[in-house]
């Protein structure tokens, strides 16, 4: 992935995020879209990242501010784990021992790339309170390494108006399973 973009991209980028921002101010109440903005021009390369998950279908959008570090956090807003990342196991390593019908790539290798982490439960949790996603799909989420040397790897989803953790073989792979990224701004 570059780590600029053009002047023209980052004027779309920006405006798209701009407008975003603007259509959903409870996702970040309290946040001036101007300090968010100045940011990004700060550092071109979370731009990038963001225009990169803009690209595969993310959404991002800011979904909270942690002031004792003053870092905002982006993550993907799309109402469904975003097309342009799903069928996908989780890491490299499940990846490698998949032997028959591997898919093409991993959440924690695309997120690298991209420039993200995987949510966490609490993001993820975090984010579901700001709305209703994955009701069709599930997201991978950053699974706990006790759990990801047994084989294990977590994901989740809403059903029935609830958010579901569960467990797969880190393996497996889903057309409707994808990831939501967080970036750190």
């Known amino acids: 992935m570059k780590n600029s973009l053009s002047t023209e991209a980052t004027q779309q980028t920006l405006s798209i995020l701009e407008k975003r921002f603007a259509t959903n101010p409870h996702r970040h109440p309290n946040i001036d879209w101007q300090v ?5 021009k700060q550092f071109p390369e979370k731009l990038a990242s963001l225009a990169e998950m803009e690209s595969t279908g993310g959404e991002p959008d800011v979904f909270t501010y942690d002031a004792t ?7 993907d807003c799309a109402v469904e784990s975003p097309a342009g990342r ?10 490698e021992a998949r032997k028959e019908h591997q898919p093409h790539n991993s959440a924690v290798e695309m997120a690298t790339a991209i420039g993200v982490e995987l949510m966490s439960e609490q993001q993820y949790r975090l984010l579901q309170s700001l709305g209703e996603f994955d009701l069709k799909t599930s997201s991978w989420i950053l699974t706990p390494s006790n759990i990801r040397k047994l084989g294990g790897a977590l994901f989740c989803d809403r059903r029935y ?3 579901f953790v ?5 393996q497996s792979y889903y057309a409707a399973r994808g990831f939501r990224g967080v970036l750190k701004l």
Do not use: E, K, W
């Not at 968010?36 to 990004?40: D, G, N, T, V």
């Not at 570090?69 to 993550?75: A, I, V």
């Not at 799903?86 to 990846?95: E, N």
């Not at 569960?166 to 880190?170: E, F």
């Open 69 to 75: 570090t003053d870092t905002y956090y982006f993550c």
């Open 161 to 163: 108006d609830h958010v």
């Open 166 to 170: 569960y467990h797969n073989g880190a």
């Open 86 to 95: 799903r069928s996908v196991c989780y890491d490299r390593a499940a990846l």
């Open 36 to 40: 968010i903005a100045l940011r990004l």
